[in-house]
């Protein structure tokens, strides 16, 4: 069974860092992409960091591009987002996903279509 359980949300000043861990057990964590999308209120949910570990690659959003870094260690299969420079639009639901790497074509990597696998979701707040 897959699983996938975020933690480390929480309430931040605008300007402020806040780290994000996902602990993924249950499928070959170095097949499947791993990372990170997010839902806001009245907003659709938008793909934020996704990594493979085997590949080394990493997938962001122009929205996130230079303030979020996505990481992880297949060692224990965890997966990181760093939030840098956080702004108050930044406040939404973020949500560990996970899916095989063969099953997403080139460019792809960050539509919500594609992950079958969704942790239940941490709350991460930026007040201005």
């Known amino acids: 069974e897959v699983r996938l359980v975020e933690s480390g949300g929480g309430l931040v000043r605008a300007g402020g860092s806040l780290r994000l861990s996902c602990a993924a057990s249950?499928?070959?964590?170095?097949?499947?992409?791993v990372g990170w999308f997010r839902q806001a209120p009245g907003k659709e949910r938008e793909g934020v960091a996704i990594?493979?570990?085997?590949?080394?690659?990493?997938y962001y959003p122009k929205s996130v591009k230079g303030r979020f870094t996505v990481s992880s260690d297949s060692a224990k299969n965890m997966v990181y987002l760093k939030m840098d420079s956080l702004h108050p639009e930044d406040t939404a639901v973020y949500y560990c996903?996970?899916?095989?790497?063969?099953?997403?074509?080139?460019?792809?990597?960050?539509?919500?279509?594609?992950?079958?696998?969704w942790g239940q979701g941490t709350q991460v707040t930026v007040s201005s």
């Open positions: 249950g499928f070959p964590f170095d097949e499947f992409f």
């Open positions: 996903v996970a899916n095989e790497i063969d099953e997403i074509l080139g460019g792809q990597e960050l539509q919500e279509a594609n992950y079958a696998y």
């Open positions: 990594i493979s570990s085997s590949y080394g690659t990493t």
